[in-house]
Every structure is written in structure tokens, then in C-alpha cells.
């Protein structure tokens, strides 16, 4: 009998349990999961009350983290540490101050705690409040199906510019210089500002009368070389550019800024009123440029850059941005969805 046998099997067998234990402990113990909990889009409640929006994804078992601030990129952020369930990354945060527009990197951190949200921005060589901005927030309810818009009512149309003066609209920023003004018919907005930059010692306007889901028929004069935006619910915008713009596709005239491109260009030449008729119901939305179906009853799965307004399920103004360039709007109305 060879006596050492017995030694090199035992000594195999516990090789191969070591391999298998070793494997089993760092896929089990090893790795974090993302929360079931965590995953998903949520409204966010800043400390500082700026517009936010975070989604988190789980893809092969890894966070894709992306975040907004009211402007700037949404990511997809890197993740700098994921432990006991909290993510960390670096986000670029834009904001004005007194020397103009400020671009500044901040570590947030997010998880979830006792089942709800909870994070904070950080960068300790701001001033307060903006140096640690704690926040919670609210997860979207599921996408609804796609409306059968044949089967969908709507109220009388509404005009929600007088043509004489800025009845029944606001800026949304009363510390911003106010360019609008009613002229012969038209709301124009009228600022030496050129460039494409998203904030700007000019403001935006607004309705003050808030709407959930809706028609909305709105004229623009966008020339050569200009940018606005046409904001739904002061969340989606509808892209104002014109036609020939180094923006195209997503950022183009028809898109919903950054989310869905238009299926053709639409558009007319720079400086000819052009026509947008734009469609939201149940988080769904329809544009029709010049006549022409672009955007067909496609799902928003979340704010555009410079939302004002980050919950789906919250009724919201139209909004139109003035700090970017000169425009000019006309003919705009609004007819509601009729709920049975």
C-alpha cells in the first residue's frame, strides 16, 4: 500500500474546498449589492431648495449613479466608494454669484437610512449654506403605460399671452434683469447676451398659473446663432434653436433637450416664426414642429438641464428661458386634459 496517497488526496480535496469557499466568501461577503431600495429616480429636497434629480442604476451587479443640480451634467458620475449601502462620487455643481457664473466640484454622498433617502453635498471651501447641503427625496412612481391620445379630451384652448403686457407670467428670478416685454403682439425677449452659456445675468419667465397635463400651441422667431427653450411643466424642455445650429439630434430643434431626439428636422429658416405643438399626458410626450409629428408619445424618463421642477407627478409652469439669447414668442395657448 502506498501510505502517501491518502496525504496528497486530502491535500487536493482541501485545495479544491479553499477555491470553492474563497470564491463563495467574495461573491457573497466581498461585493456590495446596490439597495433594491436605492434604485430608481427621485425628486430631490435640497436644504438649499435648488432643483435636483438623481437616478441610480444597478448594471452587472455595479451603481451608475447620475445627478443634477439644476444645470450642468448629469452624469453618469464616477463612483469614488460604495460601503454599508452609501454611494460616493464628485458632481459638478454651476451656480452665480456676485463674479458671475461658478462651476465647483462637490463629493455627495447618498443612501438610504431607516428605508428613506439621505445624502449630502459637500465641498468645505464654499460658504454656508452651500458648503454641506444635507437631502432627502421622493422615488418616481413606475413609467405609465403609453395613452391612447385618440381616446384622451381636452378642455377649450386658453391663451396664456394677452399680447399687450405680461399679464399672468413672472420671472423666476426676480434678482435677474428682466429683457421681456409685450410688442405688437409678440413676447420678446431682448438681451446682449450671444452665447449658448446656461445661466446669465438675464432671467427666465413664466406662468404663474401651474398645469398638469396638457396642449400647448407656442410660435417662436428664433434667429441664426440663438438658443431658448420651451420648459413643460417647468420640467421638459422643447429645444428653440435654429435650424443650421452646431446643436443637432438631442440638442437640437425638436428635442426634448437631452432626452429624445427628433426623428427629422422640421425646422424653417432662421429668423421665420416657426410653430410647436406639444403634447404631454401621463409622463408622455408628443411634438409637432412646423406641422410635422417628430416626437411621437414617447416616455420622459426625467428632467431636462435647468428643470425648475423635479417631480413628475407635480403640476408646473410653462417656462421659458431668456437667459441664453434674444427670441420672440406669439399665439400661445393651452388647453387642459379633461379627467373623467
Avoid at 44 to 64: C, F, H, I, M
Amino acid at each position: 500500500m502506498n501510505t502517501n496517497r491518502f496525504p496528497q488526496f486530502y491535500i487536493l480535496r482541501f485545495s479544491v474546498l479553499l477555491v470553492f469557499f474563497g470564491t463563495f466568501l467574495s461573491t457573497s461577503f466581498g461585493k456590495e449589492s446596490v439597495p433594491k431600495g436605492l434604485i430608481g429616480d427621485w425628486t430631490l429636497y435640497l436644504d438649499t431648495n435648488e432643483p435636483a434629480w438623481l437616478k441610480v442604476e444597478s448594471v452587472n451587479g455595479e451603481p451608475v449613479v447620475r445627478m443634477r443640480v439644476h444645470v450642468q451634467s448629469a452624469g453618469p458620475h464616477k463612483v469614488k466608494r460604495f460601503e454599508d449601502g452609501r454611494l460616493t462620487f464628485d458632481m459638478k455643481i454651476k451656480r452665480e454669484d456676485e463674479n458671475g457664473p461658478q462651476t465647483t466640484v462637490n463629493e455627495v454622498t447618498v443612501g438610504l437610512k431607516r428605508g428613506k433617502l439621505d445624502g449630502v453635498i459637500s465641498n468645505p471651501d464654499l460658504k454656508a449654506p452651500y458648503n454641506r447641503i444635507a437631502f432627502t427625496g421622493k422615488k418616481f412612481p413606475p413609467m405609465p403605460k403609453q395613452p391612447d391620445l385618440s381616446r384622451v379630451r381636452f378642455g377649450m384652448p386658453k391663451p396664456l399671452f394677452n399680447g399687450k403686457d405680461l399679464t399672468g407670467w413672472v420671472l423666476d428670478n426676480p434678482k435677474k434683469k428682466n429683457g421681456w416685454r409685450a410688442e405688437d403682439g409678440m413676447l420678446v425677449n431682448v438681451t446682449p447676451k450671444t452665447d449658448f452659456g446656461s445661466t446669465g445675468s438675464y432671467g427666465n419667465i413664466q406662468t404663474e398659473e401651474h398645469f398638469e397635463d396638457f396642449w400647448l400651441h407656442i410660435e417662436f422667431d428664433i434667429e441664426a446663432d440663438r438658443n431658448s427653450g420651451v420648459y413643460l411643466r417647468g420640467m421638459y424642455e422643447a429645444q428653440v434653436v435654429d435650424r443650421d445650429s452646431r446643436m443637432q439630434g438631442l440638442q437640437g430643434l425638436g428635442a426634448i433637450f437631452g432626452r429624445i431626439a427628433p426623428t427629422v428636422n422640421a425646422a424653417k429658416e432662421p429668423g421665420e416664426w416657426q410653430t410647436y405643438d406639444l403634447v404631454l399626458v401621463d409622463r408622455h410626450v408628443t411634438v409637432i414642429l412646423n406641422g410635422v409629428t417628430v416626437i411621437d408619445n414617447q416616455p420622459l424618463k426625467g428632467p431636462t438641464g435647468g428643470a425648475i421642477n423635479t417631480d413628475p407627478m407635480k403640476a408646473g409652469p410653462i417656462h421659458l428661458q431668456g437667459d441664453h439669447t434674444s427670441v420672440k414668442y406669439r399665439d400661445i395657448y393651452l388647453a387642459p386634459v379633461i379627467q373623467d
